[in-house]
């Protein structure tokens, strides 16, 4: 695992753990790139939200407006894609996690914009951020193109894919696919910049980062987990916002707690940070990982390391 915490604008801790390579007895290093799986949402989001900002989206198009077809009784829009409520009789009425749904958005943005978003999202946030260990899916080679990178030596800083089976860790193999919804790599390093990238206001204006964060309500008032491209909920009075990743040999976790400039990542290459527990329901308190952070740094006031 490689793991970060930010705090009010600076990486305050750094930390790698175990091996990038068993066969090899690589240690991961604070360099080591991760596949993020679902983290690729938040990136998504941001390119969504500025598209929005310039006019060339608005949240409450339809989305076949952008060839995107879904049988549905009521209109899914495009918010509805963005926060995971584009199923049921009525969208946006429920909340249900849905990564192929908010894969859809691809063709928002490339009918939108004339461009893919991983072109968007090298050009507007990965390369102005200098965030220099992020790339999208190094075995994606129309996506990769956009990193300006080499892919023999990105391959190179990359944690080896493992899974757990019948209690033995065996090599595995992480997904060749890259879109909205999953594909990004990064290091924890690279995973808080960019998060202190939002808080700065650097990537979105303040108004369009408060809608990224703000929960949704249906028509019945009720506040559903999720906000746009993140889940949003209030734990003992803390508005938290965050975010997993779950593919095949490899997940995540970003943890934010914006009123007090806090960020928490932890990348794995492996499925064990978010396979055991039902994140995708809104159980954040579910994973041990996520428990220990929160109970030490934000419900209690231990200093940060």
Not at 66 to 95: C, D, K, N, W
Not at 106 to 118: K, L, P, Y
Not at 281 to 293: D, H, N, T, Y
């Amino acid at each position: 695992m490689g793991a970060a915490i930010a705090s009010n604008g600076r990486i305050a801790w750094e930390k790698p753990f175990g091996l990038a390579d068993i066969s090899a007895n690589t240690l991961v290093r604070d360099a080591t790139t991760f596949h993020m799986a679902s983290l690729t949402k938040l990136f998504a989001t941001v390119v969504l939200l500025r598209l929005v900002d310039s006019g060339l989206v608005a949240l409450d198009d339809p989305v076949s407006k952008y060839g995107v077809q879904l049988s549905s009784p009521g209109t899914i829009r495009v918010r509805h894609l963005m926060s995971m409520t584009s199923g049921g009789a009525t969208p946006g009425e429920q909340f249900q996690y849905n990564g192929d749904r908010f894969a859809l958005l691809d063709g928002v943005i490339r009918q939108s914009s004339g461009r893919t978003f991983a072109d968007l999202v090298s050009g507007w946030i990965i390369t102005p951020l200098g965030l220099s260990h992020t790339a999208p899916n190094v075995d994606d080679p129309a996506a990769f193109q956009y990193s300006g990178k080499d892919a023999a030596s990105y391959r190179a800083s990359m944690a080896k894919p493992y899974a757990l089976a019948n209690g033995e860790v065996r090599p595995s193999q992480y997904p060749p696919h890259f879109s909205v919804a999953a594909g990004l790599i990064s290091s924890a390093a690279d995973m808080a910049k960019f998060s202190l990238g939002l808080d700065g206001g650097s990537l979105l204006g303040a108004a369009s980062r408060t809608r990224m964060y703000t929960p949704v309500q249906n028509s019945r008032g009720e506040t559903l987990p999720y906000a746009l491209g993140t889940f949003s909920q209030v734990y003992q009075g803390v508005r938290i916002v965050w975010a997993y990743g779950y593919w095949t040999a490899n997940s995540s976790l970003i943890i934010k707690v914006p009123e007090r400039g806090l960020t928490f990542v932890v990348l794995a290459n492996s499925d064990r940070l978010s396979s055991p527990y039902p994140l995708g329901s809104g159980a954040l308190l579910e994973s041990p990982v996520a428990r220990e952070f929160l109970n030490a740094f934000v419900f209690n006031s231990t200093p940060l390391p």
